[in-house]
């Protein structure tokens, strides 16, 4: 009976669901702003002096994407440490990027690179800077990192293809890429350069497989590297080509730039849109085709004169039918000033470059 005594009392310990412990269900994985499906208009921005600095820039340009380099793109990184950033400069930039709905984030490699170099010294060195490269991106949460893929230096475009590949397996070794996609970008033909032709860069994809790639497409690379792109009918027949070698479902970015360089030259040399020989109707037509819906539209133009990079982003939207999005009605911009001066004058940012206009003039 004594028992059932115990038994009573329970009413005190019964089950109440509303005492149970539910763990929150975990929530769906965030999409960030710029997958919306809108237009993505970037710009090639400097990271000189604050890396934040160049999203304030892109921003300010009137452009919803952007593309930077995350070091120095014309020398070897440094010691280890001064090659990657602070993890407070990164997180910094990463909510900011956030609260400006800017993206896709692209991050251009250093020119140095050379995956396919026969040199073993420099080699060694170009996958140390690129499993760099890959670091950096990843501290700054980038959505793409553009590749030249190699010169070959005399060494067969077939040998040049396995180093690069093999070049690229060993530089994410150890690394989890996440929703990082490395893009190949096709180039003029210069020199030895790999990848003016779409099989190479299709046989590089390949013997990645394994590996987040991709292909960026460079307008002004395309015409230098024999696609006529200004007339219409040359410019569906390249697009065929691509489809066909590469699949354009492959090709994430576009670098939309004018040639100042004529057709077939293999000579890379940028203009601003619509003053060089591919011209503004050809552009017209690349920006609003259908098949290159969805995909980032990034400006690696020149800057001859201020105000020159504002207007080759006005003129992507105006070809796009858009107006420019809000940020890009200042007349100028100016770097904000910092909040907590005491706090940033202390500040020694890890990554320095001494970017200015003249280095920005010859993105490739
Ligand atoms: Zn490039
Ligand atoms: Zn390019």
Redesign the pocket.
């Known amino acids: 009976m004594a028992e059932e005594q115990h038994t009573t009392a329970p009413s005190q310990l019964q089950y109440d669901d509303a005492d149970e412990y539910r763990p929150e269900p975990p929530p769906p994985p965030e999409i960030p702003a710029w997958k919306d499906g809108s237009v993505r208009v970037g710009i090639h921005t400097s990271i000189a002096g604050d890396i934040s600095g160049a999203l304030e820039i892109a921003h300010g340009l009137g452009a919803n994407a952007l593309q930077i380099f995350s070091s120095s793109p014309r020398m070897w990184p440094g010691d280890r440490d001064s090659s990657r950033f602070a993890a407070a400069d990164a997180a910094r930039f990463r909510e900011r990027r956030r609260q400006l709905g800017l993206g896709p984030l692209v991050i ?2 250093n ?1 140095l690179i050379n995956l396919a170099s026969p040199d073993r010294v420099l080699r060694t060195r170009s996958v140390q800077a690129f499993h760099g490269e890959i670091v950096r991106a990843l501290a700054l949460g980038a959505d793409y990192l ?3 893929p190699g010169s070959c230096c005399g060494s067969h475009p077939s040998d040049a293809i396995a180093a690069i590949a093999d070049g690229l397996r060993q530089a994410v070794r150890g690394l989890k890429l996440g929703d990082l996609r490395i893009l190949l ?1 096709n ?1 003029a033909g210069q020199g030895n350069s790999v990848g003016s032709q779409f099989g190479e860069l299709k046989a590089i994809l390949d013997l990645c497989r394994d590996l987040p790639m991709g292909v ?1 497409i ?1 307008t002004a ?1 395309l015409f230098a590297a024999g696609h006529d792109i200004s007339s219409e009918a040359e410019f569906e027949r390249t697009l065929e080509r691509i489809e066909a070698a590469i699949g354009l479902a492959n090709v994430h970015v576009i ?1 939309v730039n004018d040639s100042k360089a004529v057709f077939g030259s293999r000579v890379d040399r940028h203009e601003h849109i619509g003053k060089g020989k591919i011209g503004l109707e050809a552009f017209g037509r690349i920006l609003n085709h259908r098949h290159l819906t969805a995909r980032a539209f990034i400006l ?1 133009t020149p800057i001859d004169k201020p105000g020159d990079d504002r207007r080759n982003v006005a003129a992507l939207w105006k070809l796009l039918g858009q107006p420019v999005p809000a940020g890009g009605g200042r007349k100028s911009w100016h770097k904000p000033r910092p909040q907590s001066s005491a706090k940033k004058k202390t500040r020694t940012p890890s990554v320095r470059t001494k970017a200015s206009s003249a280095r920005r003039r010859k ?2």
Do not use: G, L, R, S
């Open positions: 251009h490699d020119y553009v590749a030249h970008e180039t960026c460079d690379h670098h690696e993105i490739k």
